[in-house]
């Protein structure tokens, strides 16, 4: 027992050190990893319906951002594609980022919000504040930075639809030209999930590094709310957990003590959980078993183990469940982000070159 604690506390240090003196940065390798930054929302599909009218692009929601302006040399970026660099402006991107990361029948003010979310993002990666493992300036990737569709996969994804909801996703682009999000005059890392549940998650539990602004609060998820159950046969969950977490040493039958919550966070996440012979935080377990989110109950029912996951994704920053059902109460987007988004206000970006 107290080699395993040790083995615990020398984790959570390496952690903390580790993030000690950084934004969150995605960590995807090890098995003790921290979670994605942005996982990708897993929209819905469209359904199929006759094409909406195409509506004339709506001028900027504000001309002047209370919190001023952040300065960055050029709009111009380079997104890596399947793998090869593509460059092009920050704007065409997000129409490409907000399309890949929700369902384009969302509410018009949820997908503004998510277009400033994924606007601040992209912007820290221009200021070099974060980086991007494809050493352009981000990627496709939503497990490194942003799902993100090329315009030329949409007609497919979208089908009769595509002028209706091009023109969703261009009104959110374009009605929020050149806004981001800003805490003490600093661009924020701007995280987001698909789903929270009843409450977000608070940076340090997720990250190791606690963020002002990126602090729980609720989320009105109502029937909206990701609720999921995950089974696993007794045999398979055992093999995972052993060839990942070899200390873990879980053999058959499974015994009350190995599946064993030791704690949760103020929003209810599984913070550590006892597998066998050692403890590991429950977002280390999350990637192993590919579970939902870390906010679950555990029950073993005869040979399987069946994990029920509430909402989808880390769990910190906006929820874009969250979002889309304060949209749906009337809420706008700034009042979105500035819910997810503790104490930020918006600015816009400035660019000293023309990027022509
Ligand atoms: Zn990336």
Redesign the pocket.
Known sequence: MPGMLLSLLIGLIAGALLFSSAEPQ?QSSSPAALLPLVPASEAPAPTQELPGAQAPSPAPDCTAAPGGAVTLPSPLITV?VNGSPVEMKLEDYLIGVVAGEMSASSEPAALKAQAVAARTFTAL?MQGRA????G?T????PG???AYKSPDELPALWGEKYSEYMENIRSAVEGTEGLVAIYDGKLISALYHASSGPATESSEEVFAVALPYLVSVDSREGNSEMVTKQEFSAADLVRRINAAYPEANMSLPLTPGDLDVWGRTESGRVQLIRIGETVIPGGALRKVLGLKSTAFEVKKEGSAVIFTCLGYGHGVGMSQTGANQMAKEGADFEEILKHFYTGTELASLEFTEPGE
């Open positions: 995605p890596s990666h980086s991007c493992k494809s352009c981000v990627c496709d990737d490194c930075c942003q």
